[in-house]
């Protein structure tokens, strides 16, 4: 099994729609976790770092569930800007390990 | 501003050549990281670094190599370059963990090729 699962997509949806994106993580003593964007052949950046009680940035929204070792990136009101590679991210202690990245395309 | 650079951004080399790519921050941080990142795979650890002096083998370390002298620099030494290694490659470097959340910043990324 992999550390950090995600689904590839892509996943297209309309502009204005919300999407959402979930990823799932083996190792139960993670103790970081974050959504990064990578756009296409440029570097991943830091999209939001994520905790048990849920954080909002905006129109994103990531939530993390320990017990079921998930964690969730909502988008609302989706724009064309928004088009991207979203990577999940899970670490412990200085490593950190990335998912696949599950593509996004918004469409007009 | 505190950055990460990467150099070159492109590069072709043939089979066989040693090539070294740079990474220099300006972060002063500690961690370093190296990774490959190719389709179908998402992103790869090569080598990273936890202080001066110090290194380690990551998932894919085979014909990789990695020296830290200093805080700011992590160059990559791919020793004999293999076709298989045509990848982009990227940098990246985080503060303590105990400073907070193991956020990794990255450079731009090497286009290498290998012919």
């Known amino acids: 099994r992999k550390e950090v699962e995600q689904d590839p997509g892509p996943f297209n949806v309309p502009e204005g729609a919300t999407v959402a994106f979930n990823c799932t993580y083996s190792?139960?003593?993670?103790?970081?976790f974050f959504w990064y964007r990578q756009d296409c052949r440029k570097e991943p950046k830091l999209l939001m770092s994520v905790y048990s009680s849920g954080n909002e940035d905006g129109r994103f929204t990531a939530q993390l569930n320990r017990a079921s070792q998930y964690i969730s990136l909502l988008i609302r009101d989706s724009k064309l800007s928004d088009s991207a590679t979203y990577l999940c991210?899970?670490?412990?202690?200085?490593?950190?390990?990335f998912g696949i990245g599950t593509k996004l395309q918004v469409i007009p | 501003d505190a950055e990460i650079t990467q150099s070159p951004r492109h590069k072709i080399t043939e089979t066989g050549r040693q090539v070294t790519l740079a990474c220099h921050q300006t972060w002063n941080h500690n961690n370093m990281f190296w990774y490959r990142q190719d389709l179908g795979h998402g992103l790869r650890l090569i080598h990273y670094s936890y202080g001066v002096q110090d290194t380690n083998k990551g998932e894919v370390s085979d014909g990789y190599s990695v020296s830290r002298s200093n805080t700011e620099d992590l160059p990559l030494t791919l020793e004999s370059a293999a076709s298989s290694q045509t990848s982009v490659y990227f940098c990246a470097s985080s503060a303590d963990p105990q400073e907070a959340k193991n956020i990794q910043y990255f450079g731009a990324g090497t286009r290498l090729s290998v012919l």
């Open positions: 190792n139960s003593a993670s103790q970081s």
């Open positions: 991210v899970v670490g412990r202690y200085q490593k950190v390990t």
